[in-house]
């Protein structure tokens, strides 16, 4: 069992930067890959950034390439997702996810979910 909790999220205004943190807990943690999903008012959940269980290999959907960063701290068994230049488009529920995988992609199955962090940019 893997117990995921999300922090981070708040109100920023278009241009500005959030740091998203998901704390992981269960002795077995580090062996999974790491991710964050995104679901914005209306739509289904999707895709935004993911990490290989060593952190050596990362996954972003084209639209945040560039601007956001995923990262973990083994040592601290969180993962981070660092969003910079943000616009009224990254506004949603950010959650973080674990598979027992490396890869990630649109549709991939996920063991674990947290509970989401809301994240909205103002114009």
């Known amino acids: 069992q893997v117990l995921l909790v999300e922090s981070g999220g708040g109100l920023v205004q278009a241009g500005g930067s959030l740091r998203l943190s998901c704390a992981a807990s269960g002795r077995t943690a580090r062996s999974y890959g790491m991710g964050w999903f995104r679901q914005a008012p209306g739509k289904a959940r999707a895709f935004v950034a993911g990490l290989s269980r060593s952190g050596g290999r990362t996954y972003y959907i084209d639209s945040v390439r560039g601007r956001f960063t995923i990262s973990r701290d083994n040592a601290k068994n969180t993962v981070y997702l660092q969003m910079n230049s943000l616009t009224p488009e990254d506004t949603a529920v950010y959650y973080c996810?674990?598979?027992?995988?490396?890869?990630?992609?649109?549709?991939?199955?996920?063991?674990?979910w947290g509970q989401g962090t809301q994240v909205t940019v103002s114009s």
């Open positions: 996810a674990a598979r027992l995988a490396d890869s990630w992609y649109e549709g991939a199955s996920v063991a674990y």
